[in-house]
C-alpha cells in the first residue's frame, strides 16, 4: 500500500516547503503517486548534492509511488538561471546529450525500473520540448505568465538592477519551459508532483499555476531543503571541490573517505537524508556513535552504503579497506594486489628498479624525504615505518622478502605520509 510520503520525508528533515500539504498527505495515503525531479544536464557528472532529490525519488519509490527521473535535455540547452548572477553559458546539443546519457546511468542506481506498478521513469524533456511550435508555446503557455510574476525574483530583480548586469528574454523563458514539463507530465504521465531543491520553489508554483489554468487539474509541489555542513558550508565538497558521482572525477576511494571526514554534529542528519535505515534504527546508531565516536562507526556505516549504491559493494569494500590500511585498522602485509592497485591510484606511488634497493634510496626516491641525509635522521628519531615496521638500521635493504602482493612495498614517514614503492615496472 501507499504511504504517505511527505510526513514519512518530513520526519527525516528532506522537506523544506509543500504545497497543499495536507491534501497531498491524504491523497498518498490513498493512491499511488507519481512525482518527478529534473536534473540539469550543465555538467556530465551528478555530484553528492544531488544525491539528496536523487534519494527524495527512490524513497518515492520505497513506499509505494512512482517515480519519473527528468533529464533536462531540452531546459539544459538554456540552462536554469536561479540564484545566478550572469548569463550562463550556452551549451550546444552535442554537449548536452552526452551529459544526459551520462547522468542517466547515474539515476539508474538509485531507482527501480521493472518493479510493476510503480516503476521508476527515466525521461527527457528534449522530446516534447523540442516540437513545441514557438507560436503556439506563446499562446498556450506564455499568456498564462504576468511579467511581474517571471522579474518578482530576486536574482532578477538584482540583476536587472545593476547596469553591469542582463538578464535576457531567454533566460526569463526557462520558468515557463519548467512550467510546461509539469503540465505535460501531468497530461502525458499523470504525474501530480514536482520535487526539488528550495530555489526551485517558484519554477514549481509556476507549474501547479500552469496545469490549474490549462488544464483545470491539482498539482503540487515540495521542496529540499538546502544541506549545510556543521561549519555552515554547502554540503558536498571536500578540499578538491565537489564530490561527484563519476568515479573518473571523484575516485570511489575519495568518495568513501568524503563520508568518514563527517563532522559528529552531522551524521545524524546524514543518516536520516542519504541512508534508508530506519529513524529507530538511525536513533540506536547515533546512541552506540556517541557512546564510542573515536571509532566513526556511524560514519563509516554510511560511508560504506553510499559508496555501494553508487559504485557497487566490491569497489565500495576495496575502498573501505584501502581506509582501514592507511589508518592503521589493518595491516597492510595482509591487503591483496588489487587493495594495493586502489592505493596506488590514491597516495604518493613510485616505480623503482627491482630489489634489493638501499631503504635511504628508496625514501628519497618515494618522495617522503629530500635526501638520505634526512632519511637517516628520521629513522634515528623513530619516524620511518617499512610495510607498517618501525626501522631502526638506516644501512637495511628492500628485499623481495619484503614485497607486498604486486610488487609493493609501502613507507610511512611520520604518522600521515604514507607511500608507496613499486618493484620492477
Known sequence: MPQNFYEIMSKRGFVEWCSHAEELGKKMEKEIVTGYVGFDPSADSLHVGNMVPIMGLAWLQKLGHRPIALAGGGTGLIGDPSGKIKERQL??????????????????????????????????????????NFIEFLRDTGKYFPVSFLINREYVRNRIDDPEKTITFTELSYILMQAHDFDHMYNALDCSLQMGGNDQQVNIIGGIDLIRKRSGGQGYGITFSLLLSAGGQKFGKSEEGAVYLDPEKTSPYKFYQFWINTDDRDIERLHKIYSFASLEEIDSLIKNHEAHPELRGAQKILALETTAR????????????????????????????ELLDTLAAEIPTSDVAAPPIPLLDGLVASGGVSSKGEARRKIKEGGIYLNGERQSDDGRKITSDDLLPGGYAQLRVGKRDFRLLRFGR
Not at 96 to 113: G, T
Not at 321 to 332: I, P, Q, T, Y
Request: proline share 0%; aromatic share 8%; charged share 35%.
Open 310 to 337: 553508487v559504485h557497487g559493494e566490491d569497489i565500495a569494500r576495496r575502498a573501505r579497506d584501502a581506509s582501514m590500511v592507511l589508518f592503521g585498522e589493518r595491516d597492510v602485509r595482509s591487503a591483496s594486489s
Open 91 to 132: 551549451l550546444s546539443r552535442d554537449k548536452v546529450e552526452y551529459n544526459v546519457e551520462r547522468i542517466k546511468r547515474q539515476l539508474s542506481l538509485f531507482l527501480d525500473f521493472n518493479c510493476g506498478e510503480n516503476s521508476a521513469v527515466l525521461a527527457d524533456n528534449y522530446d516534447w520540448l523540442s516540437k513545441i
